[in-house]
């Protein structure tokens, strides 16, 4: 794993907004970034990334079986009582699950460490499917870099796949908030994919989605909604006026409820609980749990529920060195051994593996100025080369 | 191939884009007819007709598969299905599309060659040429290059019928609601993402 200056393409912001990547830039700066890439070898990709992020998702699936049948888990995880059966149905039902993102530590030698799972509202999934292959592709032909370049990237076909295996025979809408370009483009790219698979489809903003007596969800022709893929949290959906419109509904909702469980960063307490040592693993804690007072390289603290690294503090041994501010942490947090993440030419990288259907398909490079990775860090294409 | 071999799109670009993985390309027949492949000199006339054959037979095998005539018109258009050989699993009859053309290797080319294959058009698309995986091959016939990934042999298309296997096949379920103006709404986000 190294990281590499190449040459931009020089159209390569025309090309973005062409193709309705419209946040290549935000709060006026890059968040594609071009001039550089990180390179891995197959075996890296292999065994390294995708056996383990294959591995992993089995660990969790075995948390989501003790969890639906342990209340004190479904407790400590801050989730309302009022949808602990709707989500024991949910999996016990074995509702499909789309897509999700392991966040790790890797440096390219040492074991991937599993910093955290976005298992129900991941966003950078357009310009990981679409962008950055499309880069690799004109890459190779511009000589930037060596036509033997491969890219750990099936999201599109395998996304295509995943959704014609819903069985979805109804509509499929889509939705998410009003006024998030970066959430819009996300569920806009998925919708493209529904669409290859044969599903018909319609987005709706959520502050769109109406409720009619009865308390079925419908959308602005007044027609019921039937399934549901929702870029929307579901510990904010559970919280909702009209969520019981979902739980007393047989609306088909994408990601599944049991997703709930996986998304909350309690899973790593869980997940450590039960698979102590794991070489993927990262020491992490519940707070009243007395191991957290072993951290003997410091610790970050990250509340529950939080994404985009929002309320997430790091102490180091000499202090508190690092923070985030936010709207998260109300729901309790856990504390997980600090495993800063490796610098390349100054710059601090997350790798992020995407599940599609349970199955590791994908990377996506983020790299920032400092410790925590933020809605603001830079995105960064990968090759394999061997 | 760690990546994508296709990329589709054409809701989220300015303009709709289909992009293929650099990966190998190869040279194919696709013929309309029997005759059609005859009046040409690449392929000799025996390859054509002995590709024709496999192509039928395995048209039976990777058709999409209906178990109403109506759908399959709906997805391929008026009389151009057929009853396939199949039968459901209560004896009833399955329809399929009419094979449109076929495509080719050549046989002379070893270990590079390819099964032919028979090939479709879809009402939602009917200029192009299509696999029995509803991949879209060419809008052209005669001597062309494709993508080595369209030569591979089509998958079994068996007795369960799946719908808009071609084509999205507008099939709205939604029961109208008369309750206009009595809709609450959800309300108080904030930004979020992971």
């Given amino acids: ?386 | 191939m760690k990546r994508t071999r296709i990329l589709k799109l054409s809701i989220m670009s300015a303009s709709a884009l289909t992009l293929i993985a650099c990966e190998r390309s190869q040279e194919v027949g696709i013929f309309e007819s029997l005759e059609q492949c005859s009046n040409q000199s690449i392929f000799s006339k025996e390859e054509c007709s002995k590709s024709e054959r496999l192509a039928r037979s395995e048209h039976i095998r990777v058709s999409p598969k209906y178990i109403s005539v109506t759908d399959c018109e709906r997805d391929f258009g008026e009389d151009k299905c057929e009853m396939a050989p199949q039968r459901t699993t209560t004896g009833g009859s399955v329809f399929m599309p009419m094979m449109m053309g076929y495509m080719m290797g050549s046989m002379l080319t070893g270990g590079r060659g390819m099964m032919p294959q028979p090939l479709y058009r879809s009402m939602d698309d009917l200029k192009n040429f299509r696999t029995g995986d509803n991949q879209k091959v060419s809008s052209k016939s005669g001597i062309t290059r494709v993508a080595k990934g369209l030569t591979r042999t089509p998958s079994t298309k068996t007795r369960t019928i799946r719908r808009g296997g071609f084509g999205a096949a507008a099939r709205s379920v939604g029961t109208r609601f008369s309750t206009a103006g009595k809709f609450r709404r959800f309300g108080g986000f904030r930004s979020f993402g992971g």
């Fill in chain 1, 1 to 386: 794993m190294r990281r590499q200056i190449i040459k931009e393409r020089e159209d390569w912001k025309s090309q973005a907004d062409s193709l309705g990547f419209n946040f290549h830039s935000m709060y006026g700066a890059a968040y594609w970034f071009e001039a550089a890439c990180y390179r891995f070898t197959l075996r890296q990709i292999e065994d390294d990334i995708e056996d383990p992020c294959n591995e992993l998702e089995q660990m969790c699936f075995e948390i989501v079986d003790q969890a639906i049948q342990k209340e004190e888990m479904l407790l400590k995880l801050s989730i309302p009582e009022n949808f602990w059966d709707y989500i024991r149905n949910s999996w016990i039902n074995k509702e499909k699950n789309l897509y999700g993102r392991f966040d790790l530590s890797y440096n390219g030698k040492s074991p991937a460490k599993l910093l955290e799972y976005n298992a129900d509202t991941p966003t950078a999934l357009y310009e990981s499917a679409v962008f950055q292959w499309i880069w690799l592709e004109q890459a190779i032909q511009a000589n930037i870099i060596p036509s033997g370049c491969d890219q750990f990237n099936s999201l599109h076909e395998r996304l295509v796949e995943a959704l014609k295996n819903f069985g979805i025979n109804s509509k499929l809408h889509l939705t998410s908030c009003k006024g998030y370009a970066e959430d819009e483009a996300t569920v806009r790219y998925l919708e493209e994919c529904a669409i290859q698979a044969g599903i018909e489809t319609n987005f709706i903003y959520l502050e769109d989605i109406g409720q009619d007596d009865s308390g079925v969800l419908v959308d602005l022709d007044d027609e019921d909604i039937s399934a549901l893929f929702k870029l929307y949290p579901w510990e904010w959906l559970v919280k909702d006026e009209f969520s019981a419109g979902v739980r007393n509904t047989e609306i088909q909702v994408i990601e599944p409820a049991w997703k709930m469980i996986l998304s909350n960063k309690g899973l790593l307490a869980l997940l450590w609980d039960n698979f102590e040592n794991h070489p993927n693993l990262l020491p992490a804690f519940f707070p009243q749990d007395r191991r957290a007072a072993d951290f003997t390289k410091g610790y970050v603290k990250k509340p529950l529920f939080s994404r985009e690294g929002a309320n997430v503090e790091i102490f180091s041994c000499d202090g508190l060195r690092d923070s985030v501010g936010g709207p998260y942490g109300e729901e309790g947090y856990i504390l997980q051994a600090l495993e800063p993440l490796p610098v390349f030419q100054s710059n601090h990288t997350v790798v992020g593996a995407w599940m599609v259907a349970s199955q590791a398909s994908g990377l996506c490079l983020r790299e920032d100025d400092t410790p925590i990775t933020k809605d603001t860090s830079r995105f960064v294409p990968h090759v394999i080369l061997d």
